[in-house]
Each structure stands twice: as structure tokens, then as C-alpha cells.
């Protein structure tokens, strides 16, 4: 454990702006599927009510960060937009050639029927001319992305417009996302349908066991900005003594970021992305002591380090991915943080 008088957790969503004050305890939970459960433990030890949390993609890596404030405050949107730090900074790497080299391995385990989905991670590399401001980057994300769950935790700062799952009161939400265009009408291929069905049948997979009713929307499309998505809305009422860390456990991943089988697809993510994920991809959210609490899937994300950054995107490669166009796709997902981070 570590502790840091200097802080910036941030949560935000439409309704309400979550921040960590005070001095933090920063713990890494660990590695393996209680890591979930060491992490709402170290929380009810410290005696403190809420922490903010960013786990690693996979669970076998370590690295996440649960950070326990010494008090959370819901604040108005505009403690984030007074500030107003902004440094130059240019792309120092695209990641194109491990990109392009990763597709066509995960379009060679598809053709050998090891996997039927394999989502891929595409990473860029920034410079910056001097220290990013966190805060900064994350009151543009909160006014250029309303509808997104805006994150900071330990310099891993995003817009995501994924919910894993929210459990509030006994209610429980969970939204899956999979099919992405500009065009509404390039969501109605084949292929679009085939990567959301397998998502929408991970997540109810993962929430079965866990939820009492549980109610599957009619699919339909969201939008965030320029980008349209395919999306399944799930809601029920949580098992008597389940905790939104332990649906965590059940969910994450689901095929919308790792793919279909899921371990067939994790060790295909493993052998082919030229480095690691780190936290994205990964949960991201609040928890309390009584084991509530929200978290959305950390896509649209940088990792913010000093003067340096590095930015992902993802798309999910099942049989008929054309490069070109998942490359594309991977820009649109890109454009969010680019913007907030002012890299033309």
C-alpha cells in the first residue's frame, strides 16, 4: 500500500461528479478472480465508505489500482471545467504495423475455428511538451462526452461509453456494446449482428447467476457523438448478498473486449498484441463498503505520465474484418481523447 497527499479520482457521469479528496491509500489487489473481493476487504478495513478502482484487463496481470480518499464528494461539473492547463504534444508512434500484424493472426486462429471473436487493442504513443494536466483532460471529456462515464483513477483518464454493470440500491444495469459505424445503416451487416450477439450473450452469461428477473431490452442503437453503436440494456434486482464486485467477477471480460470462447480469445490477445494492455479494457468505476457501486469498461482512454501518453482503441476481428476498415474504426474511437489532449 501506498499513500499519496496528492490526488485526482475522478468519476463523472451526466447526473453527478464523484471526486476523491484528501490524502489516498493506493493498493494493487492483486492478481486471480478474488481480486475483486481482496479489493472491497482492503476497503471495509480502512473504515472509509467509497474507493475508485481501475483493474487490469487481464486478470492474471498485475496492476490494478483501488484508490481508498479520505472522503469522496459529489461536486458540480464546473470544479473541472476551471481548469484550464493545456500543453502542445505530437504522435510519436502509431501503433499501425503490430496493429495489422495482430489482425491477421486473430483472422488465423478464426480460419483454425480456435476462436470466433478476437478483439484487438491498438495503442499510440504521444509526447508532450511538458506535464499533462489530468484534470484538464478530464473536464473536456465531461463536456464533449455527456453520455460517457469519465474516469480518472492513478493517470488512466477516459470517456466510456460502455456500462459493465451498476448496482444501485439492489437494482442492478448493465449495457453491452458491440458494432460501431458513423452510419447508422452500416449496423444493420451481418457481421455487425454476429459481434453484438456474442456480446449480448456474454453479459447475460455473467449476470444470470447474479440477478433476480432479469430483463433483456430489445436491441437498439446509441450514439455518442459521431459514433453509433448496436447496444442491449440488461436490469434486474441483484441476488440477496451479491456485490457488484462479484458480478465483476462473472462479467469481465466480456466478448465485447476479449472475444468468443473467452479463453480461447485471452490467450489469442496474449500471443498477438505487441504489448500489454495495462488497464484498459478493464473495469473501471466506484464501490462502497457495502458493496455497491458503478462501473463502466475502460475503452477511449490514455494512460497519462508526466509528459508522455498512451492512447487505445480496440475492435473486435471476427471471419470477413477487413484491415482497412477496423483500422478506421479504431481512428473514430481514438478522436475523443485526441481532442482532449488538443493533438490535431
Known amino acids: 500500500m501506498s499513500t499519496s497527499s496528492e490526488n485526482v479520482s475522478i468519476w463523472a457521469t451526466r447526473d453527478r461528479i464523484l471526486i476523491g479528496r484528501g490524502p489516498t491509500d493506493r493498493i494493487d489487489p492483486g492478481i486471480g478472480p478474488n481480486r475483486y473481493q481482496r479489493a472491497l476487504d482492503e476497503l471495509q478495513a480502512s473504515g472509509r465508505e467509497v474507493a475508485l478502482a481501475s483493474f ?11 484508490e481508498i480518499p479520505t472522503r469522496v464528494e459529489a461536486i458540480s461539473p464546473s ?25 491477421e493472426g486473430a483472422l488465423a486462429t478464426i480460419s483454425r475455428n480456435q476462436a ?14 511538458s506535464e499533462v494536466d489530468v484534470r484538464s483532460v478530464a473536464a473536456r471529456l465531461v463536456a464533449a462526452e455527456p453520455d460517457c462515464f469519465t474516469f480518472a483513477v ?3 483518464v477516459g470517456a466510456s461509453p460502455e456500462l459493465l454493470v451498476s ?10 456494446l458491440a ?20 456480446s449480448q450473450f456474454s453479459v447475460e452469461e455473467g449476470l444470470i447467476v447474479h440477478v433476480e428477473d432479469l430483463e433483456v431490452d430489445d436491441r437498439t442503437i446509441f450514439e455518442f457523438g459521431e459514433i453509433k453503436h448496436l447496444a442491449t440494456k440488461f436490469h434486474g434486482n441483484a441476488v440477496p448478498g451479491t456485490t457488484v464486485l462479484d458480478m465483476l467477477a462473472s462479467l469481465h471480460p466480456t466478448a465485447a473486449v476479449a472475444g468468443m470462447p473467452r479463453d480461447a480469445a485471452i490467450e489469442a490477445i496474449r500471443d498477438l498484441e505487441p504489448k500489454s494492455r495495462g488497464r484498459y479494457a478493464g473495469p473501471v468505476g466506484w464501490f462502497d463498503a457495502s458493496g455497491e457501486g458503478e462501473f463502466a469498461i475502460a475503452l477511449r482512454c490514455g494512460l497519462l505520465k508526466g509528459d508522455k501518453a498512451t492512447l487505445y482503441a480496440g475492435g473486435g476481428i471476427v471471419e470477413g474484418s477487413d484491415a482497412e476498415s477496423e483500422f478506421a474504426e479504431t481512428e473514430l474511437k481514438l478522436a475523443p481523447m485526441m481532442r482532449a489532449l488538443r493533438i490535431d
Not at 84 to 97: A, E, L, Q, R, Y
Not at 117 to 125: A, M, N
Not at 167 to 176: D, E, K, Q, Y
Not at 179 to 198: F, I, N, P, Q, Y
Open 116 to 129: 470466433e471473436k478476437v478483439v484487438l487493442t491498438r495503442q499510440v504513443d504521444l509526447q508532450f511538451d
Open 154 to 156: 492513478d493517470g488512466l
Open 56 to 66: 487490469t484487463f487481464d486478470v492474471e496481470e498485475p496492476g490494478s489500482v483501488i
Open 79 to 103: 470544479f473541472l471545467s476551471s481548469s484550464n492547463g493545456h500543453v502542445d504534444g505530437s504522435i510519436v508512434s502509431t501503433g499501425f504495423d503490430g496493429w495489422r500484424a495482430g489482425l
Open 179 to 198: 458494432g460501431t459505424a458513423v452510419d447508422s445503416g452500416a449496423l444493420s451487416s451481418d457481421k455487425m449482428d454476429r459481434e453484438h450477439s456474442l
Open 167 to 176: 448496482l444501485r440500491n439492489g437494482s442492478v444495469t448493465s449495457i453491452a
